[in-house]
């Protein structure tokens, strides 16, 4: 019998080994950033299509290669960064194994564009699953441009096990994240289908992680510095106040590197004892800096996971350094209170951060000239406050109209509808859609959906910064049972979800339990807008802004709001009417709709023609 063990051919070991380095879009980003950050790069820019499914670019500033070496970057263990053994042991380089590149040309369509400073040209390669299609000159900037098309085209069974979009663009977000924190001294810009997500110059550590998570983590930051012969630290904590029942923002890297390390995130959560609400977890992000010969990087592909020469010791200082932080921070307690009224919306910060009761007068009336007793309950927290437009469209109404003994209005003689009778009666409900009222000037048509829409949002806004919405407890307390996920999303809105008045008994594996909803929201209406919220945020970037309370409110008020074909009676009406036009933004939905519009005298003058 003849011999059968063969020699795999190139082409074929490259895909396996592809298998290991990139699993999907996410690490075709990572890898190609670390060549970029390896060259010494100043400013890296990501372009990525269809959540890198499509296209995954990075172009760098750094030192370029080499006609020979840009064409040798693509061949198996091919790198410049190690030449023995023993330089594992002091790696000052992200890449060392020198794979990414192979492996990523062995699944995808690859083309390269680099030049060195020193070289008039540049040199173009081309590769489609491990082969090269075209080497030429090319005229192009100092540095790098890699374009990695089309990824797993030739293997359709690892394009299939791909997520969704949101899912893949989440994953390389998160890696970018990673990447950018750990070398703020470096600028990137993030382009995803042509929208730029990320725009972050070079600065310190902790601009660059206000600039990625947001302004609002800025004042919650507590200063870590501590050197040691064994390590330096330094970073930042959350303020224990802060600190969430969700996953905090958790961030390790050790020598500009990323990592995940559950026994050091133990020390850190240690050093927060006693001083968290029950569940709770602290954020942080720590830049460890230790001997490149004391930790080992090899043990994983990813290079996620690390493992340090003395971690007993390691622990002991990060658990003391967080606690000495802390505790620091704490004696400096003035500034410990949040001061809340930089986030607040509108009027609330002159009217103090009350509960945002709506206190509806029944008898407010739009036709009375402002400043009249009936129009506005001094004691109440929620003043009316007529925008812009309404005073607009009202405008002339005043001085052309006569007030009835009980102070109603009596729309001058000259009005389309003149009528003897209050105001309230001059509103209509028409096809149970829109709500017709009366102006001096024609006729006033809400959409009574948006209108409602309007209101509720600007509603549920004021709850979500100010967290105190009004629930109603619920006799029979709603199960829900939903793929681990997608609870997980859930739990991760938890915080605000209560302060808009839901409760939530118990947030399972994948159960969720509700005995309290938010006043205005039927149960049978909870589903479907859990269903909508948790689509909406897999769709939405994480941490990408803090809009996304904005995105929750306008979710919830579309899903609360009355419906086309909802019957109002003449009450109902009047106090939609009011409260739209107590918003600041009246005149659109959240989503930028129209929500009323006018017809004047004119425009029925002409349909009579
Ligand atoms: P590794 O990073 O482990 O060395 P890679 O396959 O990622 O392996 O890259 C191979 C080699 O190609 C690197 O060692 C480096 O010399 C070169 N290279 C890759 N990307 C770049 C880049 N953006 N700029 C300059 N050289 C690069
Ligand atoms: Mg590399």
Not at 279 to 300: G, M, Q, R, T, W
Request: charged residues 25%; proline residues 4%; glycine residues 4%.
């Amino acid at each position: 019998m003849s011999d059968i063990i063969r020699l795999l051919p190139d082409h074929v070991a490259n895909q396996i080994a592809a298998g290991e380095v990139v699993q999907r879009p996410a690490s075709v980003v990572k890898e190609l950033m670390e060549n970029a950050i390896d060259a010494s790069a100043k400013a890296i820019t990501l372009i990525i299509k269809d959540a890198g499914k499509t296209l995954v670019q990075v172009i760098d500033d750094g030192k370029g290669m080499s006609t020979t070496d840009a064409r040798m970057a693509f061949e198996r263990h091919a790198t410049s960064k190690i030449s023995t053994a023993q330089d594992l042991f002091n790696l000052a380089t992200k890449g060392f194994r020198g794979e990414a590149l192979a492996s990523v040309a062995a699944i995808a369509h690859v083309s390269v564009k680099t030049r060195r400073e020193n070289d008039d040209l540049g040199t173009q390669i081309d590769i489609e699953g491990s082969k090269v299609t075209s080497q030429e000159p090319v005229v192009t900037p100092v540095g790098t441009m890699i374009s990695v098309r089309n990824l797993f085209y030739n293997v359709p069974a690892r394009r299939k096990f791909l997520k969704s979009d949101s899912v893949e663009l989440r994953n390389i977000t998160n890696e970018f994240h990673r990447v950018a924190m750990a070398h703020p001294q470096i600028a990137f810009r993030f382009v995803n289908n042509d929208s730029e997500l990320f725009n972050l110059p070079a600065s310190t550590y902790r601009h660059r992680i206000v600039n990625i998570m947001g302004s609002r983590v800025d004042d919650k930051l507590v200063p870590i510095k501590e050197q040691t012969e064994l390590v330096n630290i330094q970073g930042y904590v959350g303020k224990p106040e802060f600190a969430r029942k969700t996953k905090g923002l958790q961030y390790f890297f050790v020598n500009d590197r990323f990592i995940k390390h559950s026994y050091l995130h133990h020390a850190v959560v240690s050093a927060f004892e006693g001083l968290l609400p029950d569940k709770a977890n602290p954020s942080y992000f720590l830049y460890l800096d230790v001997p490149p010969d004391s930790v080992d990087i090899n043990i994983h592909p990813t290079k996620t996971e690390v493992k340090f020469e003395d971690e007993h010791s390691l622990y002991a200082i990060v658990r003391a350094s967080v606690k000495h932080a802390l505790g620091q921070f704490s004696i400096d307690a003035i500034d410990f209170q949040k001061d809340t009224e930089l986030d607040l919306p509108y009027e609330t910060i002159k009217n103090g951060a009350q509960a945002p009761r709506i206190e509806v007068d029944p008898d407010f009336n739009p036709f009375q000239p402002s400043g009249s007793s009936h129009s506005q309950k001094t004691n109440s927290h929620y003043h009316p406050k007529p925008a812009g437009n309404w005073d607009a469209l009202y405008a002339g109404l005043e001085e052309k109209s006569t007030l009835t003994d009980e102070g109603s209005l009596e729309p001058a003689s000259e009005t389309l509808f003149s009528s003897t009778e209050s105001t309230t009666t001059n509103i209509f409900q028409l096809q149970r859609k829109y709500i017709i009222s009366t102006l001096q000037s024609g006729l006033l048509v809400i959409n009574q959906n948006r209108a409602h829409e309007r209101v509720l949002y600007e509603q549920l806004l004021r709850q979500l910064t100010v967290q105190n919405g009004v629930s109603q407890q619920l006799l029979f307390p709603i199960q829900w049972e939903r793929p681990i996920e997608e609870v997980q999303i859930l739990s991760q809105l938890q915080q605000e979800l209560e302060s808009v008045g839901f409760l939530f008994k118990n947030i399972g594996q994948n159960i969720v339990e509700i005995e309290g909803l938010p006043l205005d929201l039927k149960s049978a209406d909870v589903e479907s807008l859990l269903d909508s919220i948790i689509k909406f945020q897999q769709e939405e970037l994480p941490d990408a802004n803090f809009s996304h309370v904005d995105r929750l409110a306008s979710r919830m008020a579309t899903s609360m709001a009355l419906k086309t074909g909802d019957a109002l009676n003449a009450q109902q009406m009047q106090q939609l009417i009011d409260e739209l036009f107590a918003c600041k933004e009246p005149e659109l939905t959240a989503q930028g709709k129209k929500v009323f519009t006018t017809i004047t005298g004119e425009h029925l003058n002409a349909k009579f023609n």
